[in-house]
């Protein structure tokens, strides 16, 4: 089992439409959550991140993650042409510098 | 925001050749830098952490002999791939941390370099 899930997609939805990513973990030494946004042949760039449960807002996206079920979500408003790429979610446990990737959902929003 | 570079972004070369890739924290000084490997449609996989002025910590299952790392100041870190075979052809990212931080969100990526052996 891997350690953290992340659908890869592809995802398309309408411009305007309501996005919704998740992940699934298994290790709940996590304390770490991130979402990253990587455009094709980019490097990633970090979105949001959040330390331990709870939700976090920035703009038009929102970040929620859910300690007890293990699951983390990024939502993003009002979904763009611009948005699509693909979006990692990552995460960090204690005591160490280790990142751990899902696979990316690879997102289309058609215009 | 900090910006990472790296340096080529894609290069070509024949089986059997080394390649070097070079990783530059331009604004900031980061004592912590870190060499990913992504496969098409694939998550990063950490490769090695290399720290300034000390030997790179490798992910099990890199050969450490192929992949040199060198992390000679505080601002550059380098991957030379030695031996290329065409089953290294992957696209390699690096990211940074910025010195006296504890959370690693606070790394910063670079643009990636492709690598196609022939």
């Known amino acids: 089992q891997k350690e953290v899930e992340q659908d890869p997609g592809p995802l398309s939805v309408p411009e305007g439409a309501i996005v919704s990513l998740n992940c699934t973990y298994s290790?709940?030494?996590?304390?770490?959550f991130m979402w990253y946004r990587q455009y094709s042949r980019k490097g990633p760039e970090l979105l949001m991140y959040?330390?331990?449960?709870g939700n976090k807002e920035d703009g038009r996206f929102t970040a929620q993650v859910d300690k007890s079920s293990k699951y983390i979500s990024l939502f993003i408003r009002d979904s763009q042409p611009s948005d699509s790429a693909t979006y990692l979610c990552a995460m960090i446990g204690t005591g160490g510098f280790k990142t751990i990737f899902g696979a990316g959902t690879r997102l289309f929003v058609k215009a | 925001g900090a910006v990472v570079s790296q340096h080529p972004s894609w290069v070509i070369c024949k089986s059997g050749t080394s390649v070097k890739i070079e990783c530059r924290s331009l604004d900031f000084q980061a004592t912590t830098m870190f060499w990913y490997r992504q496969f098409p449609k694939q998550s990063l996989m950490l490769m090695a952490t290399s720290n300034e002025g000390s030997k790179a910590t490798y992910e099990q299952g890199v050969e450490k002999d192929k992949f040199l790392i060198n992390h000679a100041s505080l601002t550059l870190s380098t991957l030379t791939v030695t031996s290329a075979h065409p089953e290294d052809s992957s696209f390699y990212i690096c990211?940074?941390?910025?010195?006296?931080?504890?959370?690693?969100?606070?790394?910063?990526f670079g643009p990636g370099t492709r690598l196609l052996v022939l």
């Open positions: 290790n709940s030494a996590f304390q770490y």
């Open positions: 990211s940074a941390a910025p010195p006296h931080t504890s959370d690693q969100e606070t790394q910063y």
């Open positions: 959040t330390y331990s449960s």
